[in-house]
């Protein structure tokens, strides 16, 4: 069965260092999303993406985040200058099209730990 | 402010017995809900979802049954097998207000299933 594929599992940074995040969704599909689970809270979206631009983001993703599709397989998360408050699980997902959004198919996720 | 709502962070059930999941909501613009399972280590893993025109879901084991004018969903198990050990999160989603993949999901509810 198809997956997504996040790199790397585990990251350790120091406060204020950017870090890059990596997924490579489903190869056939369109919709790409990141959440992000803090420990002990509920799982939270960030952003969708879909035809090289952000459809839709949340309050949580300031100025300090972006996203891109650098080629045709990958979509990354980038944090520009982190916080301690982003230590979280990062999951990348990805849909095949908006009207089965409710496939969101989704990563193992990458554990940030800001240090 | 919590738009979806597990209020059980934890359920016990014996193996072949029925589980009981409940979600509350508080968006009357939710029109889709879903539910996702997660084991350690694995992103979340969709299991079964209900549209708001809709009272009941069924799929194997597994029933979404979705009370409107209460603003409660819950997934029943039956009958719970050891497998199904795993953190059980509601989502809901505002399709029709073009949400583009922006779950909104509950802080989950650890289902144990004993042998």
């Known amino acids: 069965e198809p997956e997504v594929t996040q790199t790397p599992s585990h990251q350790v940074t120091q406060m204020g260092q950017e870090v890059i995040l990596r997924c490579v969704p489903i190869s056939n599909h369109l919709y790409f999303y990141w959440y992000r689970q803090i420990l002990g809270q509920k799982v939270e979206f960030l952003v969708s993406?879909?035809?090289?631009?952000?459809?839709?983001k949340s309050e949580i993703f300031d100025d300090q985040f972006s996203v891109e599709r650098p080629d045709g397989s990958n979509f990354t998360l980038k944090i520009r200058s982190t916080k301690l408050e982003d230590s979280a699980m990062y999951f990348c997902a990805s849909s095949e099209n908006r009207e089965t959004n409710e496939k969101l198919f989704f990563g193992s996720g990458t554990q940030l730990s800001v240090l | 402010d919590q738009q979806v709502k597990q209020n059980s962070p934890s359920l016990s059930v014996q193996e072949g017995r029925i589980s009981i999941l409940n979600c509350d909501y508080t968006?009357?613009?939710?029109?889709?809900f879903l539910w996702y399972k997660k084991y350690p280590a694995e992103g979340p893993t969709f299991l079964i979802s209900i549209s708001s025109i809709k009272d009941k879901n069924e799929d194997g084991r597994f029933t979404v049954f979705l009370n409107k004018s209460a603003k409660h969903l819950s997934l029943h198990i039956v009958p719970s097998q050891p497998g199904d050990s795993a953190v059980y999160f509601c989502?809901?989603?505002?399709?029709?207000?073009?949400?583009?993949?922006?779950?909104?999901f509950g802080k989950g509810t650890k289902l144990s299933v004993k042998p």
């Open positions: 993406f879909y035809n090289n631009e952000i459809s839709e």
């Open positions: 989502a809901a989603n505002a399709l029709s207000s073009g949400s583009q993949g922006n779950l909104i």
């Open positions: 968006n009357s613009m939710f029109d889709y």
